[in-house]
């Protein structure tokens, strides 16, 4: 079968689901269901490997409070900034306070950092401004850098005020950074902070750990972690990434238990489109033998199932993936556990795969039908 | 011999027989039969008779279960399913009694499945399409779905698919049977016309002696073996 042929063949298949409209919409409507439920889940799951897996660009330590996991217990001397500067293969040190809304899990955290404002241009370099201006945060006391996220979740701009956590902060700018975790909180300074929350000046959650490369990711925590062992607050030191799946290791073990559902959920796409495309087929026997009268053979009959079985696959892909992402890029949905966060985000690669799969599901779908079509004899099917 | 000389059809002690349950029937019992390039051939009989059967041996769409079968010299009870198939592409245009055309096609498109299979330019298939419906006199009626025509008009649209690949055979399994008089005198008429001036070799199942009245022969079937008839 040549290509010009496989393409009018796919024009016949689409003609015959356009024509029986309903039948098709209903189709369309439930596979749709389906791939809106599978995108959503891989996005929930794309979201957890972006904020877990870790990768040869990692840099980062989390310094915190030895068996703690909520911002509001884990408290460190601020003087430990200088001590961690002296550990080998230490780049760069930030010390942060974090005040968040809510401790335990949520769709709706909001988290401020305090930060020394002369640090974090040194420490985050690749934060880039959006909107606003940077000498406008260093020079006010209460100013508050916004992620992107965060902002368009909440529709913050420049020279709005909010408060959250008994904070209350003026958005001064907007912020974008390759680092996720940036792009979902607010910067402010961190002596604000401190006395906003009533927490002491000498005080903060944690210190956020550069090192020279990713190799030493291990060792430095490791030494970090020998060097405050006697002291009355001793350290816990892991890479950032796996220092949200510790925390936040409620939030990840029911994310990571949702790909159940998106597995039930493909099958019921599988399930819904077999049953369409066998019913198509069983009310077709006369028509499939009038075209194999006409010279078609088995094969073309066959294509035009699996075809049609294709395109019920791809519409009602379409369909449910691009709704999700709608709907993740309308909400902008930002899960929280005791004080990590991780946003979920409409992405290219869940479109790619969700469209991919909702096209073979249909096409496997369509396979057993199409066999059957194939396969019955011309004379006894020209008889029903 | 010349090779016009030879029969379009050449059926040699064919027999088809299949089960039933419990039983063997066999509607077609040791039949010979030549049909002439171009001829318009009748074959009348009772239900049961074995005409349709024999018609669908001659289509291509039943093999045989012995015997042979020949299209102008070759031999086609032996061929595979996917060559049978292209075989019936190039020779044969099937016209039915209840004329099957697909439902949710308008009459252009109906006639234009046969060549879709064909990797031949659009603007041809198109203007082969327009022709075909001209020649059946629906030219104007292309664009409109089956239920939007009457049961002449159907089958008429029915004959232009069967045509419209150029066939050197047409095989209509009771045509008029589904028709009132005028819509039967009317594809009646076109089959004659097809038959006398485009050179088309016809083979018509017919129950209609008025019907069977427009071929050039007219064969009797009875229990699966020919009976020729006096014209």
């Known amino acids: 079968m040549t290509p010009s042929v496989a393409l009018r063949l796919l024009g016949l298949a689409g003609k015959q689901l356009s024509r029986h409209r309903v039948r098709t919409f209903l189709t369309l409507a439930g596979v749709g269901a389906g791939m809106f439920l599978f995108a959503v889940v891989e996005s929930l799951q794309q979201a957890l490997a972006r904020a877990t897996r870790l990768g040869a660009n990692d840099l980062t330590l989390v310094v915190y409070r030895q068996n703690r996991f909520c911002p509001a217990t884990s408290r460190l001397p601020i003087y430990y900034l200088d001590e961690l500067r002296r550990i080998d293969g230490v780049r760069e040190v930030i010390p942060i306070l974090i005040a968040v809304n809510n401790c335990g899990a949520s769709l709706d955290i909001v988290t401020f950092r305090g930060v020394p404002p002369d640090l974090l241009p040194r420490f985050a370099p690749d934060i880039a401004l959006v909107s606003g201006s940077y000498e406008a945060w260093e020079s006010t006391d209460d100013g508050a850098l916004v992620g992107e996220h965060f902002a368009a979740r909440r529709g913050l701009k420049a020279g709005d005020a909010f408060d959250a956590a008994g904070v209350r902060v003026r958005v001064v700018g907007l912020i974008r950074s390759p680092n996720p975790q940036d792009n979902q909180v607010a910067y402010v300074h961190l002596p604000f902070l401190q006395k906003a929350t009533r927490r002491g000046l000498g005080e903060v959650t944690q210190f956020n750990v550069r090192v020279i490369d990713s190799g030493r990711l291990d060792a430095v925590a490791r030494a970090i972690d020998d060097r405050f062992r006697s002291e009355p607050e001793p350290t816990q030191t892991h890479p950032e990434k796996a220092f949200f799946a510790e925390g936040a290791r409620e939030l990840v073990a029911m994310i990571d238990f949702t790909r159940w559902i998106g597995l039930g959920a493909a099958l019921a796409v599988f399930g819904l489109v077999a049953n369409a495309v066998l019913l198509i087929v069983r009310g077709r026997v006369r028509e499939n033998a009038v075209l194999q009268t006409l010279g078609y053979p088995g094969r073309a009959v066959g294509f035009l199932v699996v075809g049609e079985g294709s395109l019920l696959g791809l519409g009602g892909g379409a369909l449910g993936v691009g709704a999700a992402l709608a709907f993740l890029g309308w909400n902008r949905f930002l899960f929280g556990s005791e004080g990590q966060t991780m946003a979920v985000l409409p992405e290219t690669a869940v479109l790619v795969r969700g469209m991919g799969l909702a096209l073979v599901l249909g096409a496997m779908a369509a396979a057993w039908p199409a066999w059957q079509a194939m396969r019955r004899p011309i004379v006894e099917s020209l008889r029903t | ?231």
């Open chain 2, 1 to 231: 011999m010349n090779p016009t000389d030879t029969p379009l059809i050449r059926c040699r002690d064919v027999r088809k027989s299949y089960r039933k349950g419990e039983t063997l029937v066999t509607p077609i019992e040791s039949l010979h039969l030549d049909v002439p390039r171009g001829e318009f051939l009748a074959l009348m009989g009772p239900s049961g008779s074995g005409k349709s059967t024999l018609l669908n041996l001659m289509a291509g769409i039943d093999r045989p279960t012995s015997g042979v079968i020949e299209f102008d010299g070759q031999p086609i009870q032996d061929l595979s399913r996917g060559h049978l198939a292209a075989w019936r592409a190039r020779h044969v245009g099937y016209i039915f009694q209840l004329y099957h055309l697909v439902p949710v096609l308008t009459a252009f498109e109906n006639v234009e499945l046969p060549l879709l299979l064909d990797p031949m330019p659009r603007r041809e298939r198109r203007e082969r399409v327009e022709a075909a419906l001209a020649l059946v006199g629906l030219a104007h009626r292309m664009h409109h779905f089956p239920r939007e025509l009457s049961g002449g008009e159907e089958q008429r649209v029915a004959i232009a698919r069967a045509i419209v690949a150029n066939p050197p055979l047409l095989v209509a399994d009771e045509p008029t049977g589904d028709l009132d008089r005028d819509a039967a005198d009317s594809v009646l008429g076109l089959l004659r016309a097809l038959s006398r001036d485009h050179r088309r070799t016809i083979v018509m199942v017919t129950h209609d002696p008025r019907a069977a009245a427009v071929a050039d022969r007219v064969l009797h079937l009875e229990k699966g073996r020919l009976l020729e008839g006096a014209r």
